[in-house]
């Protein structure tokens, strides 16, 4: 098997980095669940490389233009009269400096994006306009939909240190659960099947009777078993609970008894 060199450095400069990005990205915001080709998502990792050596980029020669003036001078002097190959071949380590520099600026760039997608600040900056809301409503363009899974957005944490804590009706009369949210699996909408842990769980057999808490770590539950959700965030500042609170909101007549 004849190795290739060529694919070999494509995946060193352009996969990896946007590897590492896309990772990054998806600790802080759900990647999206439909099946993708390997095209698409090589092309996203390419993308992202390709990114990330452009951010790299512009930070080292800011760099040395403002702070190293003369070796950056001296440098381009080299790459005018020798080429890049032999400024390479007599510059190794800079090359592995760079390589490793790249990867943890894909790291930050995949950070970035990931905090962009949470906060939508273009989307936020448009529908805070008055005229530019107005010319979107003409286009009869009256929001913008959210690629993350209704699952994700009913229970994330937008406030830190925010307690989401949940009321579970189970099916066929089972019973009531309450406790605190503590994980709970990233799965498509479609899938019935979702797992999340509460703890300081209490139960009760019907909605009349009062919770017991139950003697245990913690309780797992699966979805499709669930007949419905009650969810109350509770932030640790009362003045900013207005911005956890979800369509999903525990109903003004309901009775809430979990004790928590």
Known sequence: MQFDLTGFLIFIAFILP???????????????????????????????????????????????????SAFFAQAESI?????????????????????ILSLLTGYIVGGVQGCLILRQPVRNWVLSK???????QKLGISGFLREQPVWYFVFQQRVPDTHVFLEVEMKDSA???????????L??????NKDFYITGASFKPDRDAAY???????????FKNVASLQVVKTPPDPHIRTQEED????????????GF
């Open 18 to 68: 946007g590897f590492v990005a896309q990772k990054a990205r998806d600790s802080i915001t759900p990647r999206t669940l439909k099946p993708q080709s390997v095209v698409s998502e090589v092309g996203e990792f390419v993308l992202a490389g390709i990114l990330s050596h452009i951010s790299l980029i512009i930070v080292i020669r800011a760099y040395f233009v403002f702070f190293q």
């Open 79 to 99: 790459l005018h009269s020798n080429g890049w190959s032999a400024f390479l071949a007599s510059h190794r380590p800079l090359l592995l400096g760079y390589f």
């Open 130 to 136: 008055p005229m530019l809301s107005r010319w979107l």
């Open 175 to 185: 019973g009531f659960y309450t406790g605190e949210l503590t994980s709970y699996g």
């Open 187 to 192: 799965v498509d909408d479609s899938e019935e």
């Open 212 to 222: 017991k808490q139950l003697s245990c770590d913690g309780l797992l539950l699966n």
């Open 247 to 258: 369509s999903t909101e525990m109903p003004q007549d309901s009775q809430w008894d979990g």
